[in-house]
């Protein structure tokens, strides 16, 4: 039996992209799961700064938002002796495997990926082949590590799908390769809503309807005071996402900060209207943040303990990268060098 069957604990491969600030949504949808699964899993956690120019960045900006993503995961509770922490474009297997498993991809699965009718309409005007064939440096990603789970939020469900896909018709031609991957997506805060507009996802390309791990304690009390609430008259914390969006939403908000459970909080702001509600969410997502945001700044002033880090990370995610790349190169019929 190989190294890779008979290893004790299962390994989780997650990423988030440093194209803007890391959000509300990001936390719960994704790190916060990936902080709680690092005791119980095999972890390594990936800022995908390749996924990143899938639309176009300012290279100082990307520099310093790839360093303070690095900072802000150690800060949420990530452990680089733990986890392996890195970041995607030192560690140039994943561009390699990208390539060899966009040849065993339709044009037609990539065409039906909601992301990317979204993404697309949103920059009509720069619709590149990379924004197009992104899920499958993402299925690259995942099936180097031989990951069995990614958490990840509702938006990412897809994307998963399309990878296992992917490694099953490789298996499936080349005999067990991949191990195949599941998403692992929390039951509270997979989906955190716009601030501005509830019935779409909170998102760090609308900055008013979004609230950032960085935000001060003033701008989180100024977004919430303008999250937009429902317009029936009704005027109570009463959960239903159909008829009540910009509510429902500030309750689960509220749920997944706290750990309460939505009949509880309605419990605990029953006869209270929204204008005592609006402040009381703020207050918990400020307490929640405060000590990630005071950490992450400490940090950041460290660059040469953040490069420490992601050097590490990248000779460490590189040795099982290239065992996966290896097989696989071998599996295609290239000549080994
Ligand atoms: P990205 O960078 O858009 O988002 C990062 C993670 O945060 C989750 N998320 C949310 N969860 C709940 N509510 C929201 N409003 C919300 N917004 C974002 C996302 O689901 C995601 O888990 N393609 C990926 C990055 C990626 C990746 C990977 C993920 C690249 N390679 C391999 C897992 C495995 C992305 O663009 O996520």
């Known amino acids: 039996m190989s190294e890779e069957n008979i290893r004790e604990k299962k390994r989780i491969f997650s990423g988030i992209q440093p194209s803007g600030e890391l959000t509300l949504g990001s936390y719960m949808g994704a790190i916060r799961n990936w902080v709680a699964l690092q005791d119980e899993y095999d972890c390594v956690y990936c800022i995908v700064d390749m996924h990143a120019i899938t639309v176009r960045q300012n290279p100082a900006d990307l520099r310093r938002r790839t360093l303070a993503q690095l900072a802000q995961y150690i800060a949420c509770g990530l452990d680089p002796k733990k986890s392996i922490l890195f970041i995607q474009s030192h560690v140039h297997q994943h561009a390699e495997l990208g390539w060899v498993l966009g040849c065993y991809t339709q044009f037609g699965e990539l065409s039906r990926m909601t992301q990317f009718k979204d993404k697309a309409a949103k920059h009509a005007d720069n619709i590149t082949s990379g924004l197009f064939t992104y899920p499958v440096l993402m299925a690259a990603d995942i099936l180097l590590y031989q990951a069995d789970l990614v958490p990840v939020g509702e938006d990412q469900r897809q994307?998963?799908?399309?990878?296992?896909?992917?490694?099953?018709?490789?298996?499936?031609?080349?005999?067990?390769?991949?191990?195949?991957?599941?998403?692992?997506?929390?039951?509270?805060?997979?989906?955190?809503?716009?601030?501005?507009?509830?019935?779409?996802?909170?998102?760090?390309?609308?900055?008013?309807?979004?609230?950032?791990?960085?935000?001060?304690?003033?701008?989180?009390?100024?977004?919430?005071?303008?999250?937009?609430?429902?317009?029936?008259?009704?005027?109570?914390?009463?959960?239903?996402?159909?008829?009540?969006?910009?509510?429902?939403?500030?309750?689960?908000i509220y749920a997944a900060a706290t750990g309460m459970d939505r009949e509880n909080v309605e419990q605990k702001f029953a006869g209270q209207g929204y204008g005592s509600f609006k402040p009381a969410v703020a207050d918990a997502i400020i307490e929640l943040f405060r000590p990630i945001r005071e950490e992450a700044e400490r940090l950041n002033a460290d660059k040469e303990y953040l490069e420490s880090v992601y050097r590490d990370g990248a000779e460490r995610a590189s040795c099982v990268a290239e065992k996966t790349l290896r097989k696989v190169y071998k599996k295609v019929g290239f000549i080994p060098r």
């Open 159 to 252: 994307h998963v799908e399309l990878c296992r896909d992917i490694a099953q018709r490789f298996n499936g031609v080349y005999s067990d390769t991949f191990r195949l991957p599941e998403a692992f997506i929390p039951k509270m805060g997979a989906r955190v809503m716009s601030l501005g507009d509830p019935t779409s996802k909170m998102s760090k390309s609308d900055p008013d309807g979004c609230i950032n791990l960085m935000d001060k304690p003033e701008e989180i009390v100024r977004k919430f005071k303008r999250a937009v609430t429902d317009s029936d008259s009704e005027n109570c914390v009463r959960f239903d996402s159909e008829n009540k969006p910009g509510v429902s939403n500030l309750i689960t």
